[in-house]
């Protein structure tokens, strides 16, 4: 009887494990074909393609540690030379890592039988995501910090061919209205890598703090990188009169950046410009029209004390600034910002006004002399990166005035920016308020919800967006993707910032990741619940459920 018992209770968690077959790949695969059997991967060895590069190497041998160490049995890793050659011809056992030229540069195919698995991808991200998937298929505790000898180490026989269906899939994390320790930012890039995002948004600066150490301006971040307290709650006028600051030094943000890249993440910084400018000012009060003084804003909004763009002293530090940033971070993008520049001080402004009529300026009915100012800026800072080999990003606002070719336009005020952008020619990122901000509460009725900005951003709204809606179908090609925002002025702890994360970013990844059309909200409420909030338990991460 006892023998019989053990069976069943065998057989029951056997049932278990492959109770959602493939279920639990989130976002879901372009196609997946479930066949008869599994593969015992705990033990098996892993064998690695060299032709693939140390950072896919390196991740490969990674997994097969945590694979052997929670399931208790060592999964020897080898990178050894003819490994395709063996495989072509049918010899490999285990689970094998095979480069394949032919496969496009972020997709990989998955073919599993009873006695081998073979991953093949073109390029490290194509690992990296398979190294997601079989996550994915295995038991949660892969992604926790103890051994689990006794869950049942095995993935289901497959057949999978996955790749994205859009090349940007970002996710924005606000450093400066609330500082996050790299530890933090790092837990942040896990979650985006397990869901397959791949561009960092990292907004380093506005007029709370600054946040990004600059070796020509030591001041950023002796005094720009403090604030004297923060409002408390929503009240605007109060101060919790705590100083509160942070930054990260350069060799953090090589951190940061280094981290990303081995997760197949590249990190986009953003310098705000010309406006979220003040806690700059602090530090360098001749950066702004009136020379000040300036203080970091201890309460949230937009502050009217802008750079003073009529001289030339601030283009040297915004060349020189940026010159830094460019060196720290090697993706093709920098972020500079250019929303929310209240023009005010630039009416008043001697040297502004002068510059308006050096350049010919004027209000024409379409837009005002001080918004082709801030055009002027954007297109002389953009040239300026073009030297360093980047091109430029920017908030929808440098529609405003005129823009140059090569910039990218990311659309917060709903879709009109991309659709403007995309029918201009301009490639375009979505990250509408009505679906993308992430600060904004999670269901409609707040009781029960943290104090937050504002705005609701339900699970199945994120899910429901459409990123081609409103977008000619031959300007799709200008749509780069998705991302989702999460701007930090009333979330103050990780607690509360995974809280707001989760589990939205597992939806945006369907959005962002999903083949038209592919997307099931039933099926994705349902993985949520069976496989994903067990894996974002074991992974430690806080979530709203
Ligand atoms: C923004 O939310 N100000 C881009
Ligand atoms: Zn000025």
């Known amino acids: 009887m006892k023998r019989l018992t053990t069976l069943l209770a065998a057989f029951l968690i056997a049932l278990c494990a492959h109770a959602g077959g493939l279920d639990g790949i989130v976002p879901l695969p372009m196609k997946a074909t479930l066949l008869k059997g599994s593969l015992r991967l705990s033990g098996a060895p892993v064998k690695c393609d060299p032709a693939f590069d140390e950072t896919a190497r390196e991740a490969v041998a990674a ?10 049995r060592a999964c020897p890793f080898s990178a050894p030379v003819g490994l395709s050659g063996a495989a072509a011809s049918g010899k490999v056992k285990g689970l094998v890592f095979l480069k394949d030229a032919s496969l496009e540069p972020e997709a990989y195919s998955l073919d599993v039988s009873t006695r081998r698995a073979v991953v093949r991808a073109s390029s490290t991200s194509g690992v990296l995501y398979a190294l997601q998937t079989l996550r994915q298929l295995l038991p949660a505790a892969i992604y926790g910090t103890g051994t689990a000898d006794r869950e049942r180490w095995v993935i289901p026989a497959c057949l999978i061919e996955d790749r994205p269906r859009f090349a940007w899939r970002g996710m924005h994390l606000d450093s400066s209205r609330h500082f996050w320790s790299v530890d933090e930012v790092k837990r942040y890039l896990d979650v985006m890598a397990m869901y397959k995002l791949n561009r960092f948004h990292w907004h380093l600066t506005d007029d709370q703090g600054w946040r990004i150490e600059i070796k020509a301006y030591p001041l950023l971040s002796q005094i720009a990188c403090w604030r004297e307290g923060t409002m408390i709650g929503r009240d605007f006028d109060s101060n919790d009169g705590i100083r509160y600051g942070g930054f990260y030094s350069q060799d953090e943000i ?11 993440i590249t990190v986009v910084p ?18 702004g029209c009136t020379g000040g003084p300036y203080a970091a804003w201890t309460r949230w909004g937009v502050s009217d004390q802008v ?16 010159s830094e940033v460019a060196e720290l971070f090697p993706g093709e993008y920098i972020h500079i910002g250019g929303d929310e520049c209240p023009k005010d001080e630039w009416k008043k402004c001697p040297d502004c006004q002068a510059k308006i009529r050096e350049l010919g300026l004027h209000d024409d009915g379409r837009f005002t002399a001080e918004q082709y100012l801030q055009s002027y800026v954007t297109k002389r800072i953009q040239a300026f990166l073009a030297t360093k080999g980047k091109k430029i990003i920017g908030w929808d606002e440098i529609l405003e005035g005129e823009l140059a070719p090569g910039a990218t336009v990311m659309s917060w005020r709903g879709m009109a920016g991309a659709q403007e952008a995309s029918r201009k020619g301009f490639d375009a990122i979505l990250t509408p308020t009505s679906h993308c901000y992430f600060d904004y509460r999670q269901a409609e009725d707040p009781a029960g919800e943290p104090l937050g900005f504002g705005g609701v951003v339900t699970l199945e709204r994120i899910y429901s967006f459409d990123p081609l809606d409103g977008i000619a179908p031959e300007d799709a090609r200008h749509i780069l993707g998705v991302q989702a925002n999460l701007w930090t002025e009333y979330i103050s702890t990780p607690e509360h910032l995974e809280y707001m994360l989760l589990p939205r970013l597992l939806a945006l990844s369907e959005v962002q990741w999903c083949q038209e059309g592919q997307r099931d909200p039933e099926r994705f409420l349902r993985v949520l619940a069976e496989h994903e909030y067990p894996v ?4 430690g991460y806080n979530y709203r459920k």
Do not use: K, N, W
């Open 63 to 72: 997994f097969a540690a945590q694979l052997g160490y929670v399931s208790g």
């Open 254 to 264: 090589r951190e940061v950046v280094d981290y990303a890249a081995a997760r197949g």
């Open 270 to 287: 953003e310098i705000d410009l010309p406006g979220h400018m003040l806690a700059a000012l602090s530090a360098y009060p001749e950066l």
């Open 307 to 322: 750079l003073c763009v009529g001289r030339e002293s601030t283009f040297t530090f915004l060349e020189t600034v940026l």
């Open 536 to 539: 974002l338990d074991a992974a």
